[in-house]
């Protein structure tokens, strides 16, 4: 089955750690994108990649890093930098550069819980 | 101001309600308008979407656009128990970037 994998489910962090979320796709989609999710904020977007070897600040960058040495992987670290780092963690991917809904129809995974201890 | 505002409730109905969700955005360079669904502690799903002003329906749900106001809405009519859940309308251009509004929260109580 095509699809989205985030590892792991539930992630916990001490103060000052950093961590990397896994983000892994077989649907052959060339963008991806890392989306936070907090209660009353909807989705911001931390960081997208449109192809390989590239990526993108999104709204919310700061205190993340993301790399993108293959198609289908796109890690998140959330590093000691970003303060407030208690949220749910979204992958998805798209595949632009076509007409219609092929090119915006996003496929999300199910999400990294991420809590600070 | 964010380029897509959604009221995030909660919103609370009985079964067999319809109901109306509401989204406005900004930025007229938008031409892609979708509504995803989100059970509890799960990634969002697409459930509708629309490219041009008008309505686009699909059994129980309408999608609705109005581009010269810059209104998203979704209908849901003969709500059940089973559609509680979080509603994030969402915006996008050519390349494949979406804006998501902040989400609703939909209660159907039997």
């Not at chain 1, 983000?23 to 931390?46: F, K, S, T, V």
């Not at chain 1, 090119?103 to 201890?117: H, I, M, N, S």
């Amino acid at each position: 089955d095509g699809g989205i994998t985030q590892s792991p489910k539930y992630l916990f962090r001490k103060e000052g750690q950093n961590v990397t979320l896994s983000c892994e796709q077989n649907l052959n989609h060339d963008a991806m994108y890392w989306y936070r999710q907090d209660p009353g904020q909807g989705l911001r977007l931390i960081y997208y990649s449109q192809i390989v070897n590239d990526f993108q600040k999104g709204d919310i960058a700061e205190g993340y890093s993301v790399s993108r040495e293959k198609k289908e992987s796109f890690p998140l670290t959330v590093t000691s930098a970003q303060k407030n780092p208690t949220a749910f963690y979204l992958c998805a991917s798209t595949q632009p550069g076509g007409t219609g809904l092929g090119e915006t129809e996003a496929f999300f995974g199910q999400g990294t819980r991420l809590t600070v201890v | 101001q964010k380029e897509v505002e959604q009221d995030p409730g909660p919103l609370s109905v009985p079964e067999g309600a319809i109901v109306s969700l509401n989204c406005t955005y900004s930025n007229s360079a938008f031409q892609y308008f979708m509504w995803y669904r989100q059970y509890s502690r799960k990634g969002p799903e697409l459930l509708m979407y629309t490219y041009s002003s008008g309505n686009k329906e699909d059994g129980r749900f309408t999608a609705q656009v109005d581009k010269s106001s810059k209104y998203i809405s979704l209908f849901i009519r003969d709500s059940q128990p089973s559609d509680s859940a979080t509603y994030l309308c969402a915006t996008g251009t050519s390349y494949g970037k979406l804006t998501f509004g902040q989400g609703t929260i939909l209660t159907v109580h039997p």
